[in-house]
T-cell receptor, first 112, second 114 residues
Framework: GDSVTQMEGPVTLSEEAFLTINCTYT??????LFWYVQYPGEGLQLLLK?????DKGSNKGFEATYRKETTSFHLEKGSVQVSDSAVYFC???????????FGGGTRLMVKP | DVKVTQSSRYLVKRTGEKVFLECVQD?????MFWYRQDPGLGLRLIYF???????EKGDIPEGYSVSREKKERFSLILESASTNQTSMYLC?????????????FGPGTRLTVT
């Protein structure tokens, strides 16, 4: 079945540092890929998406590129802020259905 | 803004008790979902509903049931709570199947079964 693997956290960075959170997936065909973010005490919210190979999703300074050849969708941000501290989930919807499959989540902690 | 609310943020129950978790969405969404969130395991789908009185099992339905009597409300029921059901429970909704990727989540209920 479909699966998503994320780097284990927590990831601890200083403010203005460069962020990369790795995400790789296993799925047949051409899934759609997503990043969700969960801020402390809140529910998950969709951060960005990419629906076909080489698409780049972007939002709030975050970017991720759908790489079919490496089955990856790594999340990046050039300069993180304390307010970016949250748990980030990579997810996919495969061709076979409409259900989201989530990765394990990566906690990001940004220190001033 | 879509708002998904859950009846409790924290809940403590005893083994064997019947537990009800309530979820309400205010945007007339067709689909509603119940997940549990455990460290390192991400979110796992328990049940979902695509219409009133309609439900489908997710990946881990054992020990749970659901009810959707009204479009805006989706309840998760633990018939006889056990300690391995201690977890964070998240409810979500989406507009319809064409938008099932864009789910709106409630803040979660942290359930502890002792």
């Amino acid at each position: 079945g479909d699966s998503v693997t994320q780097m284990e956290g927590p990831v601890t960075l200083s403010e203005e540092a460069f962020l990369t959170i790795n995400c790789t997936y296993t799925a047949t065909g051409y899934p759609s890929l997503f990043w969700y973010v969960q801020y402390p005490g809140e529910g998950l919210q969709l951060l960005l998406k990419a629906t076909k190979a080489d698409d780049k999703g972007s939002n709030k300074g975050f970017e991720a590129t759908y790489r079919k050849e490496t089955t990856s969708f790594h999340l990046e941000k050039g300069s993180v802020q304390v307010s970016d501290s949250a748990v980030y989930f990579c997810a996919l919807i495969g061709n076979a259905g409409n259900m989201l499959t989530f990765g394990g989540g990566t906690r990001l902690m940004v220190k001033p | 803004d879509v708002k998904v609310t859950q009846s409790s943020r924290y809940l403590v129950k005893r083994t064997g008790e019947k537990v009800f978790l309530e979820c309400v969405q205010d945007m007339d969404h067709e689909n509603m979902f119940w997940y549990r969130q455990d460290p390192g395991l991400g979110l796992r789908l328990i049940y979902f509903s695509y219409d009133v009185k309609m439900k489908e099992k997710g990946d881990i339905p054992e020990g749970y049931s659901v009810s959707r009597e009204k479009k805006e409300r989706f309840s998760l029921i633990l018939e006889s709570a056990s300690t391995n059901q201690t977890s964070m429970y998240l409810c979500a909704s989406s507009l319809d199947w064409g938008h099932s990727y864009e789910q709106y989540f409630g803040p979660g209920t942290r359930l502890t079964v002792t």
